[in-house]
């Protein structure tokens, strides 16, 4: 990896009242020096506040400067950080006179990357990181901090280092094959890899929970015209963002806000009512909003609960999945029409609720029942475990839970311990792509690519 010096803005770019320009590598002290004409120490970790000058001694801002020496810093270099004015041009005209001064711009990621290679973090917490900048709940920001703590890469290594154990039990089996002499029992290295492997589906158990913790789930709001579907959309996100209507067909476009509840993130849509329509804006509308349903985790079928409960639509909910579907009953405010018995069988008894989406009435049961909904898909895991493990982390973890669990079947088969070894050690390699141990450095680039300049 390179050696050199690199800085960045650390904070949005635009009018603050301060902004963090950050330098790490070799000669970040000694540029900082240099645009400070006074003789100072640059004691470690103390404030120095001070006027940077140009090359012409020329001032550009007064600042407030820290540096860091190696290796006690986030990078492991030495490291700078100085807070200064947020102007635009205040930020341009500093970084442009530190790379005057031999610094070069950073890259995404580039100092967190730097972190990892110097051993600072694994991994698990560089991607931690990135998580925790783009947590919107507290949810996200809890489970980001566990992870930037170290506690999956804590479960990870407790699991290589059981692994080691196991092999190198079977490696001395190996080398004293020829005695005849057992090493180590067969039918107990079958327990503890079993108890392994089980270890290793309760991580991955939690990649579902971590990709709608990270990624959000999108809800569809569908249902028959006038159900008074774009009113609940307005009450959920709480703005009047969809037309209500009483005219049949308002909605044709569909439309997308995000909102929390429970601390996961849902992207909730509007849609167009169904209906029979000789309108082909209106039929590509509910063309449409059918397309997004199929698409969604959850559905809200929205119906209305002051006119009898037709046959059409309970043909259009049972087109639906009912595993994924919640039936909302709307207009509670009304005198009611539509009878719970007549509902049965539709969906779940524990996922119809009634509501009122013009007094929102029955509206924080509804969420409850959303929020129920994600729980049983996952989320619950990450209240207990706090771990909520990626796409890529996922994908390492199901390699080496192959590798466990197929070293179980060559024990049972009898196979000799040679092939036994490889097998371990390729769950102890796959284990090792969780934390960093074990990557490619085009792997590297792909996963540090994603984060802003800066960090």
């Known amino acids: 990896m390179d050696r050199d010096t690199i800085v960045a803005l650390s904070t949005p770019l635009g009018e603050s009242g301060i902004a963090v320009v950050r330098m790490s590598g070799p000669e970040s002290i000694?540029?900082?020096?240099?645009?400070?004409?006074?003789?100072?120490?640059?004691?470690?970790?103390?404030?120095?506040?001070?006027?940077?000058?140009?090359?012409?001694?020329?001032?550009?801002?007064?600042?407030?400067?820290?540096?860091?020496?190696?290796?006690?810093?986030?990078?492991?270099?030495?490291?700078?950080?100085?807070?200064?004015?947020?102007?635009?041009?205040?930020?341009?005209?500093?970084?442009?006179?530190?790379?005057?001064?031999?610094?070069?711009?950073?890259?995404?990621?580039?100092?967190?990357?730097?972190?990892?290679?110097?051993?600072?973090?694994?991994?698990?917490?560089?991607?931690?990181?990135?998580?925790?900048?783009?947590?919107?709940?507290?949810?996200?920001?809890?489970?980001?901090?566990?992870?930037?703590?170290?506690?999956?890469?804590?479960?990870?290594?407790?699991?290589?280092?059981?692994?080691?154990?196991?092999?190198?039990?079977?490696?001395?089996s190996i080398d004293f094959s020829e005695e005849n002499m057992p090493v180590y029992d067969r039918e107990d290295a079958v327990v503890k890899l079993e108890k392994i492997a089980s270890k290793l589906d309760?991580?991955?158990?939690?990649?579902?929970?971590?990709?709608?913790?990270?990624?959000?789930i999108r809800i569809t709001i569908l249902g028959p015209r006038n159900a008074g579907k774009s009113s609940l959309y307005n009450a959920l996100i709480g703005e009047e963002r969809a037309i209500v209507s009483s005219v049949p067909g308002t909605t044709r476009d569909l439309l997308r806000e995000r909102i929390h509840i429970g601390g996961f993130t849902f992207y909730l849509e509007d849609t167009a009512g169904l209906a029979d329509t000789g309108c082909e804006v209106e039929a590509k509308g509910i063309s449409l909003g059918r397309e997004a349903a199929s698409k969604?985790?959850?559905?809200?079928?929205?119906?209305?609960?002051?006119?009898?409960?037709?046959?059409?639509?309970?043909?259009e909910l049972l087109k639906i999945g009912p595993d994924k579907t919640i039936l909302v009953v709307n207009k509670l405010d009304l005198?009611?029409?539509?009878?719970?018995?007549?509902?049965?069988?539709?969906?779940?008894?524990?996922?119809?609720?009634?509501?009122?989406?013009?007094?929102?009435?029955g509206l924080d049961e509804l969420r409850n029942i959303v929020y129920e909904h994600t729980a049983k898909k996952g989320a619950s895991r990450i209240g207990t475990e706090r771990v909520a493990v990626n796409a890529r982390q996922g994908a390492a973890l199901r390699e080496?839970?192959?590798?466990?669990?197929n070293a179980v079947k060559r024990l049972e088969e009898g196979s000799p311990d040679e092939i036994v070894s490889v097998e371990v050690r390729s769950a102890i390699d796959a284990c090792g792509k969780v934390t960093g141990r074990s990557v490619s450095e085009d792997l590297l680039d792909v996963i540090f690519n994603r984060f802003c300049v800066g960090k």
């Open 296 to 315: 969604a985790e959850i559905v809200l079928f929205v119906i209305d609960g002051s006119v009898p409960f037709e046959k059409a639509v309970r043909t």
């Open 335 to 361: 005198p009611k029409k539509v009878k719970r018995k007549e509902l049965e069988g539709l969906v779940g008894d524990e996922r119809i609720v009634e509501v009122s989406a013009l007094e929102g009435k």
């Open 30 to 172: 000694d540029i900082l020096a240099s645009m400070v004409p006074e003789s100072r120490k640059w004691t470690p970790r103390k404030i120095y506040h001070c006027i940077l000058r140009d090359a012409a001694g020329e001032p550009l801002d007064d600042v407030v400067a820290v540096v860091m020496r190696a290796p006690a810093s986030y990078t492991g270099e030495d490291m700078v950080e100085i807070s200064c004015h947020g102007g635009y041009q205040v930020v341009t005209d500093i970084i442009e006179e530190i790379i005057s001064r031999g610094a070069r711009e950073a890259g995404h990621g580039e100092f967190t990357k730097r972190a990892f290679v110097n051993g600072r973090l694994d991994l698990s917490q560089a991607e931690a990181v990135a998580d925790l900048i783009a947590a919107e709940t507290r949810l996200q920001r809890v489970v980001a901090i566990e992870h930037l703590e170290g506690h999956l890469s804590k479960i990870v290594r407790k699991i290589e280092q059981d692994l080691l154990s196991i092999l190198s039990f079977i490696e001395v």
């Open 202 to 216: 309760d991580l991955i158990s939690s990649e579902a929970a971590g990709r709608n913790l990270r990624q959000g």
């Open 400 to 405: 080496a839970r192959d590798g466990v669990v």
